[in-house]
């Protein structure tokens, strides 16, 4: 029995993070509709339940009870598993994740985390790269024009701000001197100002301009422009299969915001409350900020955003990493 | 590259700042269903045929409203008492023609026919929007109870009219 206990604690630990995510998930959409409808001086979604609290219930039900319709011409086996393919890697990053401290339950001690991976910077970059076949393989499969330049759009995309997003958390890398996220929280203990948004405040202003071009979010969501591209990539979608693309796009959401609160604002360390709140806390804010970001300003055009990418974000992200790694030389 | 930075630094600040203050800015959404929106007087709406105080109906049936009616959507048929007053046997507007353009209580001669502040009259079958003479007098009852309650001073001369029988022709 005694072997068995640290099995049950994992599957506990995977049950509660997985079933929080996706319960942060649906209300993430109902919070950002609620933003957005506040910023443009109207109510949002308010009948359904107190205050609307009810709406995400009433979304999947929907979306649940909805044909799926598949195109004739659609190639229908990777159709039905792009979906899938966007989802998966979406909800697989939270893992890596430490949403809080090392807590002892009746003398076993559970650190807040699924898996402690020695390289999880580099795994979550790894699924967020999966992430782009979903995206791809939906706008293929679909066989309509729309969703095939919205596929291609987002692997331009995607790869183009990958760079950016991973050359811009080097300079913490080399500070910290891990990969391992646990590692990088304890690292920003102490002092507020131990966190990395004092020591590194370029870098975070890249790696977040360049999450949002991860996530497909607003001003880089080009991938579904609707004014150009009708709905991009899941034009041709309909029904639950529509619904985890939706998912997935606010899953990364929430992985990216509580991986920059990780990296950036020192993760579960704060004074008073308990690591968690002060987690969820910080990935609020995050969230806060991205549909902020999405109620204000306007898509960029095509080429603008590759540009931007590549002649702003990576140069700006290698002189980063230049100055950090003279700075350590200096300090030492 | 450095009207990028340029915007970054200065515009994209300015763009949110105006974005937050919005947050908290009253909220212009009606919330129909719940709260109902408040017309002035002057607000044209389902019509109806109003009373003297003593109950009689205003309307002589003369025809005036329905050559007003650019919609032609109201139809009359006179008839009269034994002591000779003109009153409409049928008198009928259907709502679906109508315009709300008020004509109707402006050539009125008699202020019988006026546009009520009512709004919300649906009905699943385009019949029911032929509005019967019961149906306009009972939209007045219902309008007149709730000014007797609220106490409001009416807008409609209250005098009764009396009714003198013509002079015969021959003497």
Redesign the interface.
């Given at each position: 029995m005694a072997e068995l206990i640290p099995v049950i604690i994992v599957i506990v630990k995977v049950t509660v993070i997985f079933v929080g995510l996706l319960t942060a998930v649906a209300y993430t959409t109902y919070f950002e509709r609620r933003?957005v409808a506040?910023?443009?001086?109207?109510?949002g979604p308010n009948r359904v339940g107190p205050a609307g609290l009810l709406q995400p219930l009433a979304d999947a039900v929907k979306l649940l009870f909805k044909e799926e319709f598949i195109p004739a011409k659609a190639n229908k086996f990777l159709f039905s598993i792009a979906p899938m393919m966007s989802f998966v890697p979406a909800c697989m990053a939270i893992a890596v994740i430490p949403i809080g401290d090392t807590i002892s339950i009746a003398g076993y001690k559970i650190d807040l985390i699924i898996s402690d991976l020695n390289v999880g910077i580099l795994y979550i970059f790894a699924l967020s790269s999966l992430g782009v076949y979903g995206i791809v393989l939906a706008g293929w499969s679909s066989n309509s024009k729309y969703s095939l330049l919205g596929g291609l759009r987002s692997s331009a995309q995607m790869i183009s701000y990958e760079i950016g997003l991973g050359l811009s958390i080097v300079g913490i890398v080399m500070i910290t001197g891990s990969f391992s996220l646990a590692e990088i929280v304890r690292f920003q203990s102490g002092s507020i100002f131990n966190w990395f948004i004092f020591k590194q405040p370029v870098a975070f202003?890249l790696f977040f301009i360049s999450a949002m071009a991860e996530t497909n979010r607003l001003p880089f969501d080009l991938p579904e422009a609707e004014s150009e591209l009708v709905g991009g990539y899941h034009t041709e979608y309909s029904g639950m299969r529509f619904g985890l693309f939706y998912l997935a796009e606010y899953a990364s959401m929430i992985t990216i915001s509580s991986l920059a609160a990780t990296l950036f604002l020192g993760g579960w360390n704060g004074p008073y409350l308990p690591p968690v709140f002060w987690f969820l806390i910080k990935v609020i804010f995050f969230l806060f900020i991205y549909v902020?970001?999405r109620?204000?300003?306007p898509r960029f055009r095509y080429d603008q955003l590759m540009r931007?990418g590549w002649?702003?974000i990576i140069p700006l992200t290698l002189l980063n990493i230049m100055i950090t790694g003279l700075l350590i030389y200096l300090w030492r | 590259?450095w009207a990028?930075?340029k915007s970054?630094f200065l515009a994209?600040p300015t763009?949110?700042s105006?974005?937050?203050k919005?947050?908290f800015?009253?909220?212009?959404?009606t919330?129909y269903p719940d709260v109902k929106p408040v017309f002035e007087d002057r607000y044209r709406g389902l019509h109806y045929l109003s009373r003297y105080p003593d109950g009689r109906e205003r309307c002589v049936c003369c025809g005036l409203c329905a050559k007003a009616c650019p919609a032609d959507a109201i139809y009359m048929e006179p008839t009269e008492t034994e002591t000779g007053e003109r009153y409409p046997k049928v008198f009928e507007i259907n709502e679906l023609r109508c315009i709300f353009c008020g004509f109707c209580e402006e050539a009125c001669p008699e202020e019988a026919i006026f546009l009520g502040h009512e709004f919300e009259f649906s009905a699943g079958d385009r019949g029911d929007f032929i509005y019967t003479k019961e149906m306009l007098l009972a939209n007045f009852d219902k309008i007149e109870k709730d000014r007797v309650a609220k106490n409001i001073k009416p807008f409609i001369r209250q005098d009764k009219f009396q009714f003198k029988k013509p002079a015969d022709p021959v003497h």
């Open positions: 933003v506040f910023i443009q001086s109207r109510i202003l902020w970001v109620g204000t300003l931007f002649l702003v | 590259m990028t930075i970054i994209i763009g949110l105006v974005t937050f919005h947050l800015r009253r909220k212009v959404t919330r």
